[in-house]
């Protein structure tokens, strides 16, 4: 079941200016860095996560055109299970479950619906514990 949008991210070739760039607009910096890999910016009550990654870690579908790569991730109760279940209703593949920072619990995948649309999913603490927050 999807829980709430975790995290969005953008693929960009220069990431050094895409980073300045929503720097500029957002007016902050990204809090996290992953150095020519990964830029995160938290936004909103919740810290809603928007993540700009180096294209050379787009996915081999990704395209370099306008919609050619976001992808919005959503949080779930059990990745596997959910990603297995994704596929047994028809879905393909786009990117596998891939743990993102050993030992950080933060882990995605994504589909391809069967309507060509791609679907994020993850497991993301940061997202657990702003929830369980905002509920208490």
Do not use: C
Not at 7 to 29: H, M, N, P, R
Not at 41 to 54: M, S, T, W, Y
Not at 67 to 78: K, S
Request: proline content about 6%; overall charge negative.
């Amino acid at each position: 079941m999807l829980r709430g949008m975790a995290t969005t991210t953008y693929y960009a070739d220069d990431l050094s200016a895409a980073k300045d760039w929503y720097s500029e607009f957002l007016g902050i910096a990204p809090y996290y860095e992953v150095p020519g890999g990964y830029y995160e910016f938290r936004l909103g009550p919740l810290q809603a996560e928007l993540g700009i990654i180096n294209r050379a870690y787009a996915p081999a579908g990704a395209r370099n055109a306008p919609g050619g790569g976001g992808v919005v991730f959503w949080q779930v109760d059990d990745l596997a299970a959910t990603f297995d279940r994704l596929l047994e209703l028809g879905a393909t593949e786009y990117e596998p479950i891939t743990e993102r920072g050993e030992g950080t619990g933060f882990a995605t995948a994504a589909v391809l619906d069967p309507f060509g649309n791609v679907l994020g999913i993850m497991a993301n603490p940061h997202y657990v514990a702003m929830t369980a927050a905002a509920s208490s």
